[in-house]
């Protein structure tokens, strides 16, 4: 299908959106049309002007996310959006009409025009920040600061960083340097080692070589890295801890290999190694505002900086897709509406 169809044919108001017709590859999303929503009781309808993804909505898509209940078909993907209160439901104070938000929509409906969300779930964007930058520093900038806060980085600790030149990867780096520490940001590819040393990394290397944690090894003269943060997994994620500093920590949020990486307690006792699980991210959600406030401030004294590294209009929400998770994405993906 290209395009979307045109409502007033059929004498119905809509909007826009992408739909996820069955699980698959990122062809299954295509544009279509729903009915206008309405702000029912606590509610708010928000003008999407951006949508966020994530890794994790991808998997959803494929049907394969281990962490998530299965949507029902055919679903409209996206649970972060940021634009404008347009109307607002019953009990819901009408001052925010007109008022520039990041809004959860749950677990999906982001892809699309305007979309419903519970006044709750609204976040205000300060003046003078962009909406693209707001909604990377909301959702990956209050994860990166989650985690950083939770493994204790400190001044000349050394970071190793999985998937730096992602999202999250790429404010990990730089809150890791903000504190003080030495970086290894750990990529596939010149562009993105190249991005990480605009960054600020001490050093960087290249996880497709069979020889990298020998490099992480020598970047940190033999000690390895006190902090790893590992959002791959798979074989990244086990080669990663064996080279984690005894006494270090082993942090994990993610798993863009497939497969979490799992370490055995006995194991990680052997080594001295504190390992903070991936259900570390369980525990996140009533702090995300308190870090993305954090985030919002660090990057208006310029610690920070989110990395947009590719936008795509709406229809072409297949294409962004697909761009993430054949890892050719750099930093933060997002539709502009």
Do not use: C
């Not at 970086?183 to 960087?204: I, N, Y």
Request: charged fraction near 20%.
């Amino acid at each position: 299908m290209l395009g979307f169809p045109v409502s007033e044919r059929l004498g119905v108001v809509g909007v826009r959106v992408v739909q996820a017709l069955r699980f698959g590859d990122p062809e299954v999303l295509v544009p279509g049309e729903a009915p206008d929503p309405v702000a029912g009781a606590g509610q708010v309808v928000v003008d999407v002007a951006v949508a966020g993804m994530t890794f994790v909505e991808t998997q959803i898509r494929r049907g394969v996310d281990k962490w998530h209940a299965r949507p029902s078909l055919p679903y409209v993907p996206g649970g972060l959006v940021a634009g404008r209160v347009s109307s607002v439901g019953a009990r819901v104070d009408p001052a925010w009409i007109g008022r520039r938000v990041i809004a959860g929509t749950g677990e999906t409906g982001g892809f699309a025009e305007r979309a419903v969300a519970k006044v709750e779930e609204l976040f205000p964007v300060p003046d003078g920040l962009g909406l693209p930058e707001a909604i990377a520093l909301h959702s990956d900038g209050s994860t990166a600061q989650g985690l950083t806060e939770r493994a204790g980085i400190g001044p000349g600790d050394w970071v190793l960083v999985e998937a730096a030149a992602g999202g999250v990867g790429s404010l990990l780096v730089q809150l890791a340097r903000s504190v003080g520490a030495r970086v290894v940001g750990a990529a596939r590819g010149t562009r993105k080692l190249d991005l990480l040393r605009e960054l600020g990394a001490d050093a960087v290397v290249d996880y497709s070589e069979p020889t990298w944690t020998r490099r992480v090894l020598e970047a940190t003269d033999g000690a390895g890295p006190d902090v790893v943060f590992d959002g791959v997994g798979g074989q990244i994620g086990r080669a990663a801890f064996e080279v984690t500093a005894r006494g270090g920590r082993f942090s994990v949020h993610g798993a863009s290999s497939g497969e979490v990486t799992l370490i055995d307690s006995a194991e990680a006792r052997s080594k001295g190694v504190e390992v903070i699980g991936i259900e570390q991210l369980f525990d996140f959600g009533p702090n995300v505002a308190r870090w993305a406030e954090q985030m919002m401030s660090k990057a208006a004294a310029g610690l920070v900086r989110p990395v947009i590294g590719q936008t795509f209009p709406l229809e072409r929400a297949a294409e962004a897709h697909a761009a993430i998770e054949n890892r050719t994405a750099v930093g933060k993906t997002l539709l502009l509406v």
